[in-house]
């Protein structure tokens, strides 16, 4: 298993959820790997591509199934490697650690593309709640998923709920409501920044993280680095596209 690689052109998504109650994103995503592979990038897919938590082993058979025959067409005319990171919703998959041909599973990745560094990781690890309650944590997801098979679009108040969680622990580990504010209208919580912060100060010119499903870019190290999240494809999916050091973050819009 390598993490450290070389990649002058790379595309990165997360949290596509395939499986999941609440989102379809297999025929999107099919189409991101076509686009990666007329571009000429490799791909990234940083953690949560498929939700074995909110699921049923029924669904996600024939999700995946559905997958495997779509982008069949597609798979055997691209050349491209595909990265895939570990997230929470995934978890299970640190059993196949290894390079399985083009495609590749690893708990995180440095790639140097240009004369940058970039880290790319899910950023679960980082998340106060999962790391000081990780059995509540489990407990709640799972609560999550029963309701999900009831109606999925309930899903949503993720966004509520994290808004206060932020928020709440953000208060208890010191932080004022200003700085927390701050953090909060730009997009993100506060742990997940500060994490981003301590890689870029360890020579990173970009750190990609998923999981907080909030699509935005920050400034870390004083402007000397960018700190990436490419959202969720629950609603309009985002990608970070890596050009020979170049980083920017994209929208991506499926064709009908």
Known sequence: MIVD???ERILVTSDSHLGS???????????FLDYAS???YNICINGDGIDVLHTSVGKMVREMGELVHDSRAVLEKADITIYYTIGNHDIVLEQYLADWGRLRLVPFLNVTSGDKRIRIEHGH??????SKHPDMQASLT???????????PW??????????????LGLL???SASQQNSL??????????EAAEELAQRGFDAVIFGHTHNPCVLPLNNNRAQYFNTGSWFSQPHYVEIDRGATSLKSWTSKP
Not at 22 to 31: E, I, M, P, S, Y
Not at 158 to 167: A, D, E, L, P, W
Not at 185 to 190: A, H, L
């Open 5 to 7: 690689v070389r990649e």
């Open 21 to 31: 109650f609440f989102c379809n994103a297999r025929r999107g995503l099919v189409q």
């Open 38 to 40: 007329t571009h000429g």
């Open 125 to 130: 690890l980082y998340d106060p709640f999962f």
């Open 142 to 152: 799972r609560f999550g998923g029963l309701i999900c098979r009831i109606y999925p």
């Open 155 to 168: 899903y949503h108040w993720y966004k509520i709920y994290g808004t206060v969680k932020y928020r709440y």
């Open 173 to 175: 580990t010191g932080n």
């Open 184 to 193: 909060m209208k730009r997009g993100e919580g506060p742990a997940y920044v």
